[in-house]
């Protein structure tokens, strides 16, 4: 168990409401990140955290913005969601500040109608 | 960027036999990491495998950097054993990491 809780684990939106994903660790690591995954394409980073107020883009980061303002939380903002945002979102943890090995929170299934 | 393709894409296997999937990169790498992602969705760290060979039960990974890919062995497949395995490495000397689209793996009783 990596200590990575995802909320809501579920979500249906309409196209053009805003939406808030958030990941949430217990053990203080430094480094976040927001990846979404879709058939064909595999995992993709969104954006992620190397530190509190300290983010950085991914490959996929349009449309997305992100907020880290304590440690254990970051957060994942679609300002106004669009179709092509339905997808399954996954956080992640770094433990070590030398080695880049990442555990994975449980998931987001997002669907955005 | 660098590049990472996994094969075989899909594979059917009788529950019992073996198995080896294959990870290529494109350039150096500092980091490789081998994921399971279950049929509920989860993703299952299996090796932190950088370079050289580790074990851990029926399954086991060899990574040759010189060479540019790792493999992931599974012997004696169980029906849990079902599901997607992802390699990801690093190779930019950043702090992401870049995901292969995955081998997705059928265990049949």
């Known amino acids: 168990d990596a200590g990575i809780t995802q909320s809501p684990r579920h979500k249906v939106t309409e196209t053009g409401t805003p939406v808030t994903l958030r990941c949430h660790q217990t053990e203080n690591h430094r480094y976040m990140y927001w990846y979404r995954q879709d058939p064909g394409h595999g995992l993709r980073l969104i954006h992620y955290?190397?530190?509190?107020?300290?983010?950085d883009k991914g490959e996929v980061s349009d449309g997305y913005s992100v907020s880290r303002s304590k440690t254990e939380d970051f957060l994942l903002t679609l300002e106004s969601a669009t179709s092509s945002q339905t997808s399954v979102y996954f956080c992640?943890?770094?433990?070590?500040?030398?080695?880049?090995?990442?555990?994975f929170g449980p998931g987001t299934r997002l669907t955005v109608l | 960027g660098i590049q990472v393709e996994q094969s075989p894409p899909d594979l059917i296997l009788q529950e019992g036999a073996n198995s080896t999937l294959r990870c290529n990169f494109s350039d150096s790498v500092n980091n490789l990491q081998w994921f399971h992602q279950n049929p509920w969705g989860q993703l299952i760290n299996l090796f932190y495998i950088p370079s050289g060979t580790k074990q851990n039960g029926r399954l086991s990974a060899t990574t040759v950097a010189t060479e540019r890919y790792s493999l992931l062995y599974i012997s004696s497949s169980q029906t849990t054993d079902s599901g997607v395995y992802f390699c990801?490495?690093?190779?930019?000397?950043?702090?992401?990491?870049?995901f292969g689209k995955g081998t997705r793996l059928h265990i049949l009783p």
């Open positions: 992640a943890i770094r433990y070590s500040q030398l080695y880049n090995e990442q555990f």
């Open positions: 990801a490495v690093d190779g930019n000397r950043d702090d992401k990491i870049i």
């Open positions: 955290s190397y530190g509190v107020k300290d983010t």
